[in-house]
């Protein structure tokens, strides 16, 4: 088959050439990088409008040291992505945050994105495919994911010169704006109360004191990941300073550093906190004494009597599982988190404070857990006095 020769036009760098459906125009642009020329062409234009449009665009993006922008044109999400993630293992996140953004992008973004090549994503396209997940149920907080995964992806892309800019910015779909609220389950006073007597009727010692430092704020994987070394006591002002630098999940059960950087932090724990880990740590090496060993300093404090292994870190769940079967109190150790929060807030707590004592990156995750109850602020003063001072 003869190649389609083309021929010059009144206008440099522009070309024509036959074809069996008529007349089509051809740009080229030459330019150099590190010495070499090279040349960029599109061909198939069917108008000289057109083909001007496109030649002025390849040379703004010359002239804007954004040639690059050529050499990438066929890279695929899918191979960006390795990249991507590739980098991102570099920056030591927790195995976590690694699984859980390849997660996202293998059960959503690359069965629609990911063998389009990068420029050919586009805006009207990506708000299509967002919508598209709310209309098949998704919750608005797995669609922000996913939202928030692809902006990363894409920014990365900019910041690695593969794009010019990212399209998918200004996503115009009201139900998944970051400003909106999102409603949180909360306990009142006559829950929490229940809850704790419920607790204290049917739990050990032991198991209530990981319940109490839940009720403290701590995330579940803090809690089942204090250490010996981490418990400090006075024992002159009976209280507990407890340093937080590591927490617990599923896939580390070994344990790893905080969620965030934010997340180190030393919560003083006063009155019954304090009592509770006192008992906590004499039970621990009382439980390791049993089992002829001792308790060492990187061991953790909660522990399975009968076989000297750290509680799973389910435990929580398990426990409040069991009461909400007797007593139909339907909690969850996140909820209690979620709570002290909100009661905090309402009593009238510096927002820096609370966000500092919760262990949040930025003041916007602590407002995301303050919600109103049915309670004024007068009486929520009292209630904090009271639930988390010794009476």
């Excluded at 994503?121 to 098949?136: C, F, G, P, V």
């Excluded at 204290?200 to 250490?227: P, S």
């Amino acid at each position: 088959m003869a190649s389609i020769k083309w021929k010059t036009t009144n206008y440099p760098g522009i070309y024509e050439y036959e074809t069996n459906r008529g007349k089509r125009y051809g740009v080229r642009v030459r330019y150099y990088k590190d010495g070499e020329r090279i040349e960029k062409s599109k061909s198939g234009i069917r108008t000289i409008a057109e083909a001007k449009a496109v030649q002025t665009e390849f040379e703004n993006l010359v002239n804007n040291n954004k040639e690059y922008i050529f050499e990438n044109a066929n890279l695929t999400l899918n191979a960006w992505n390795d990249i991507y993630m590739a980098n991102f293992k570099l920056k030591k996140y927790s195995k976590d945050t690694i699984r859980h953004k390849e997660n996202i992008y293998k059960n959503h973004l690359k069965e629609e994105f990911g063998d389009r090549q990068l420029t050919k994503i586009t805006l009207n396209d990506y708000e299509h495919y967002l919508a598209s997940k709310i209309d098949q149920g998704y919750s608005r907080g797995t669609v922000l994911t996913i939202h928030r995964s692809m902006k990363a992806i894409m920014n990365a892309a900019v910041k690695h010169e593969k794009l010019s800019k990212n399209r998918l910015l200004n996503v115009d779909i009201p139900e998944i704006q970051e400003t909106m609220t999102v409603e949180t389950k909360v306990l009142e006073t006559d829950q929490f109360n229940a809850f704790v007597v419920a607790c204290k009727e049917m739990m050990t010692k032991y198991d209530f004191a990981m319940v109490y430092l839940a009720i403290w704020g701590m995330r579940r994987g803090e809690v089942m990941g204090v250490r010996l070394r981490t418990v400090e006591f006075d024992h002159n002002k009976k209280v507990a300073h407890l340093s937080l630098d590591s927490s617990r999940t599923l896939r580390t059960p070994e344990g790893k550093g905080t969620k965030t950087a934010a997340g180190n932090r030393v919560l003083i724990i006063p009155g019954e906190g304090y009592q509770l880990l006192v008992y906590a740590i004499d039970k621990a090496k009382s439980i390791a004494k049993d089992h002829n060993t001792v308790l060492h300093q990187d061991d953790f404090i909660f522990r399975n009597p009968t076989s000297n292994k750290p509680w799973a870190v389910t435990r929580l769940n398990d426990l409040m599982t069991k009461v909400h079967a007797k007593y139909g109190i339907d909690v969850h150790p996140h909820m209690l988190r979620h709570s002290f929060a909100t009661q905090a807030t309402l009593a009238g707590v510096n927002q820096k404070d609370l966000q500092k004592f919760v262990g949040h990156g930025n003041e916007h995750m602590t407002n995301y857990y303050t919600h109103e109850t049915k309670e004024g602020t007068e009486q929520l003063v009292d209630l904090m006095q009271k639930r988390f001072t010794e009476k």
